[in-house]
């Protein structure tokens, strides 16, 4: 399986609700920045999973430009990539999708990097996810240690 872990741009700093915060200018420049520099690896996707969080649904919005080959029913929500999830839980569901799949999920921190760090066996808080950070991993298993992170590009 191809994974690719993409933590949403730079949102603004408050809102109402922490759900509702929403991406900055610069947010957006980010994303597009790291998305382009991962080229033609994206051209594998083949189901995209976002968290809810309007920053995340935004991210979601700008990668799909980059994904042409994808239509709207590729992309899904996902509670279980919420900010302070257990990233059990999208381990779980990832055990759950066909090993051939490519799979791009739009999340937060600590998350993202939580799950990146247990996926790739590292110790805790190895790699740094930032704002519209993207990582490629290949589970030729699935499951915590199981994966090789074959790049992580910051904007």
């Not at 998305?35 to 999973?49: D, E, Q, W």
């Not at 990539?81 to 799979?103: F, K």
């Amino acid at each position: 399986m191809d994974l690719f872990l993409l933590r949403h741009g730079c949102a603004e700093p408050s809102a109402t609700r922490d759900r509702d915060r929403k991406l900055t200018a610069e947010g957006r420049e980010e994303l597009q920045r790291v998305l382009t520099a991962a080229g033609t690896h994206l051209s594998a996707i083949n189901l995209v999973m976002a968290s809810p969080y309007v920053r995340a649904q935004q991210s979601c919005d700008v990668a799909m430009t980059f994904l042409p080959h994808l239509e709207e029913n590729d992309r899904h929500i996902a509670d279980f990539l919420t900010p302070g999830s257990n990233p059990q839980r999208a381990i779980d569901w990832l055990v759950a999708q066909p090993v051939d799949s490519a799979i791009l999920l739009v999340t937060h921190q600590p998350l993202v990097g939580t799950l990146l760090d247990e996926l790739c066996g590292f110790e805790a808080g190895r790699y740094r996810m930032g704002t519209g950070a993207l990582a490629y991993v290949q589970l030729p298993l699935i499951g915590r240690g199981q994966a090789n992170l074959l790049w992580l590009k910051h904007p």
